[in-house]
């Protein structure tokens, strides 16, 4: 695994990335459709894709870009704030 | 051709002649000299003078070649000319027509692009083997390339246009210059340290001498070694350079780039759509299977023996189609909010669509809660149910729970 020493955190908290919602999706999709579920289950995974099918949307639904930029801090080089959300503080 | 001295010319006759030999004898030269009194006639055609140091020579390159030139041609500059020898007849001064200029050790750089070539090749840097794929939805995307060329107003605006929900990392660095090498591999190493998912590294078009930062050996070398793949995309379609080799994949231009690094947003949203119905047509024939089950069960089974399996069945199947519709409606929410801000195509998940197919909803008198059930039903009196095509208000005469106890389930 890639170690993450300075991450710069995710767009909606803790939230699951886009392509981590994106992909369990299509995994629901799958095994729906593969059908070797008992209906409870299948139930739950069906409920668990419409769920994550709206947060796609949701996170689609971002309308502006936000951008940090790399500045000089000293010797080094570190992230600015973002500037769309100045609310958001980065974490490192 | 040969004159004696009793030969007498008019001037124009012997101008003619020996511009007739110069141009037979020099239609193909190449000249290198440091360039002087560079003019722009406002026709186009470009007039100046080569020299070394201690001779000089008139020279004009013509609007349609001057247009090709990929420098500004100025005074001082050390160029290689080639071209043809021609007479101005009028003056009888001979000069270059030169077809093609570039700056004097442009040889010497290609040689060293050649050599470079091989050794990183042979270092293994170009291997198809090593070159990594890109995340199909990026969630932190760094750009690295110049704060003021187009290049980076084409990636914003890209990336803006198909994909706002990303975050970017923008690295300003000069792209040209002595420098820049320098603060391209600063720029990438720095990012190894934050979570990037793509990097894009580019720049506009240029001569060769602007592209040339992304020659660099050193450059080639953080590409290699950056965690997240790199896009590189420099200059335009037909300028390679060797970060182009060495990234993880190549874009013509930098827009190119932006599109290849991010999906369309609409073609996502035409996924999840796609994904949803799917679906929700697996759960509808899943659910009806379920029923007709049930049903055989009815049939084939003494209905005392088995009516609290079948009663169950029955309730557990009601309370499925009911969550399946409870998840749509909410699906067709959440895609109307999407409808609104993003303005994209009509639902296909509308609740009236479920409404149409012979189900109801049940809300108490005030409209304000769900019934959702014959418990709800028989305590709320009242009703108002809601058809696809209208409301009605109910009155609940009585009550059949076949077994309170399983039915709680």
Not at chain 1, 36 to 47: K, V
Not at chain 2, 29 to 35: D, K, L, P, S
Not at chain 2, 242 to 249: G, K, S
Request: a negative charge; charged letters at 30%; aromatic letters at 6%.
């Amino acid at each position: 695994m890639k170690e993450k020493p300075n991450p710069i955190p995710p767009a909606g908290d803790d939230a699951p990335s886009f392509e981590e919602a994106m992909t369990r999706l299509e995994r629901i999709v799958a095994d729906l459709e593969g059908g070797r579920y008992t209906l409870e289950e299948s139930l739950q995974r069906f409920e668990e894709g419409i769920a994550l099918g709206n947060q796609c949307r949701r996170m689609l639904e971002r309308a502006d870009l936000r951008v940090r930029t790399l500045v000089e801090a000293g010797d080094r080089l570190v992230v600015s704030d973002p500037t769309e959300t100045p609310d958001e503080e980065p974490r490192a | 051709m040969v004159h004696g001295e009793s030969t007498v010319f008019a001037v124009s006759e012997l101008n003619a002649l020996v511009r007739e030999l110069l141009e037979d004898q020099f239609a193909e030269v190449a000249v290198e000299g440091e360039t002087s009194n560079v003019r722009v006639h406002a026709s186009g055609h470009v007039y100046f003078r080569l020299k070394d140091a201690s001779a000089s020579l008139s020279a004009v390159c013509f609007r349609s070649d001057a247009r090709l030139l990929d420098f500004d041609l100025s005074d001082g500059q050390r160029v290689v000319a080639r071209g043809r020898l021609t007479i101005y007849e009028v003056q009888g001064s001979y000069q270059l027509v030169a077809r093609a200029i570039e700056p004097a050790g442009r040889g010497d750089l290609e040689r060293a692009f050649r050599l470079l070539v091989s050794k990183l090749d042979q270092e293994g840097l170009f291997d198809e083997a090593r070159k990594r794929p890109l995340p199909r939805y990026p969630r932190t995307i760094a750009v690295v390339t110049s704060p003021t060329g187009a290049a980076v107003r084409d990636i914003f605006s890209t990336l803006a246009r198909r994909f706002p929900c990303v975050e970017v990392v923008f690295a300003p660095v000069q792209v040209q210059g002595e420098r820049a090498p320098f603060e391209i591999v600063r720029a990438l190493d720095a990012l190894n340290d934050h979570d990037v998912d793509v990097v894009i590294l580019g720049r506009g078009g240029g001569s060769i001498e602007d592209l040339w930062a992304f020659n660099d050996e050193s450059v080639a070398r953080a590409i290699h070694r950056s965690r997240a793949p790199v896009v590189s995309a420099v200059g335009h379609e037909t300028d390679v350079t060797i970060a182009d080799f060495v990234a993880d994949r190549r874009a013509a231009t930098p827009t190119m780039a932006a599109e290849i690094v991010v999906p369309e947003r609409e073609d996502v949203a035409r996924r999840l759509d796609a994904y949803a119905e799917k679906s929700r047509a697996r759960m509808t024939a899943r659910v009806g299977l379920e029923k007709r089950r049930v049903a055989e069960l009815v049939r084939s089974y003494a209905l005392g023996q088995v009516r609290g399996r079948v009663e169950r069945g029955m309730q557990s199947l009601d309370f499925a189609l009911e969550r399946v519709q409870r998840a749509l409606v909410s699906a067709a929410l959440a895609r109307r909010a999407a409808l609104d801000t993003a303005g994209a195509r009509l639902a296909a998940l509308d609740p009236r669509e479920v409404l149409r197919r012979g189900y109801a909803v049940c809300h108490d008198e005030s409209g304000a809660h769900l019934v959702r059930g014959a418990h709800e039903a028989a305590a709320a009196g009242r009703m108002r149910v809601t058809f696809h095509d209208g409301v009605v208000a109910a009155a609940v005469e009585g009550m059949e729970i076949p077994s309170a106890k399983e039915a709680a389930s």
